[in-house]
Nanobody
């Protein structure tokens, strides 16, 4: 059974940092991997994506300059370094992998999803 397992979430004060990890099992992330987030009462939204080589990265405007996505293909793991966190970054963060078709910024483009990890930023 394919699994994506996120870790690294937690409670942090505004201005702080967290590093999320997404480890894949029984799956080689053969193309794009991405991070999305969903706040209470809101739709799941794109945060960042990275191609297989790691040479191309994409970010939502709201996190550009503060978040960095990276990957370690040898460990089949994707990371999201989050700096200068704001209360509005509070959400459940989901890892997604393997784009089948469509835009890398849309949820329907990804085949596999993790269960999510909670990030809470206090003011």
């Amino acid at each position: 059974q394919v699994q994506l397992v996120e870790s690294g979430g937690g409670l942090v004060q505004a201005g702080g940092s967290l590093r999320l990890s997404c480890a894949a099992s029984r799956l080689t992330i053969s193309n794009y991997a991405g991070w999305f987030r969903q706040a209470p009462g809101k739709e799941r939204e794109f945060v960042a994506a990275i191609n297989w080589s790691g040479g191309s990265t994409y970010y939502a405007d709201s996190v550009k300059g503060r978040f960095t996505i990276s990957r370690d293909n040898a460990k089949n793991t994707v990371f999201l370094q989050m700096n200068s966190l704001k209360p509005e970054d509070t959400a459940v963060y989901f890892c997604a992998a393997v784009v089948t078709s469509g835009l890398i910024t849309t949820t329907r483009s990804y085949r596999y999803w993790g269960q999510g990890t909670q990030v809470t930023v206090s003011s």
